[in-house]
């Protein structure tokens, strides 16, 4: 089975940083788009910052400037390095991948990570 394997994640002070990993793993053909989402108590899931088609970038407006996401194609990796961390960003980050795999009959599949929790104190 495909897995996404996510670290990183702990409790921060307002200011600080912390960086995620995700590493896809499995029976992986073509991975397509690869980033984090997130999710606070009470709200939908958004996006924070991905790889999406053709490998450009996309950040929400509300992480540009603090947070950046990098990959290593090798090790089919994506990291999010979070600085300045404020509050807000309090949530269950997940890490997520559209690719395809030896599952998928040549089709591309989403696939989740567990979750993990990042709180920021103030």
């Known amino acids: 089975q495909v897995q996404l394997a996510e670290s990183g994640g702990g409790l921060a002070q307002a200011g600080g940083s912390l960086r995620l990993s995700c590493a896809a793993s499995g029976p992986i053909i073509q991975i397509l788009e690869m980033g984090w989402h997130r999710q606070a108590p009470g709200k939908q899931r958004e996006l924070v910052a991905g790889y999406v088609r053709g490998g450009s970038t996309d950040y929400a407006d509300s992480v540009k400037g603090r947070f950046t996401i990098s990959r290593d194609n090798a090790k089919n990796t994506v990291i999010l390095q979070m600085n300045s961390l404020k509050p807000e960003d309090t949530a269950v980050y997940f890490c997520?991948?559209?690719?395809?795999?030896?599952?998928?009959?040549?089709?591309?599949?989403?696939?989740w990570g567990q979750g993990t929790q990042v709180t920021v104190s103030s």
């Open positions: 997520s991948a559209k690719l395809v795999s030896s599952y998928g009959l040549g089709s591309p599949e989403d696939y």
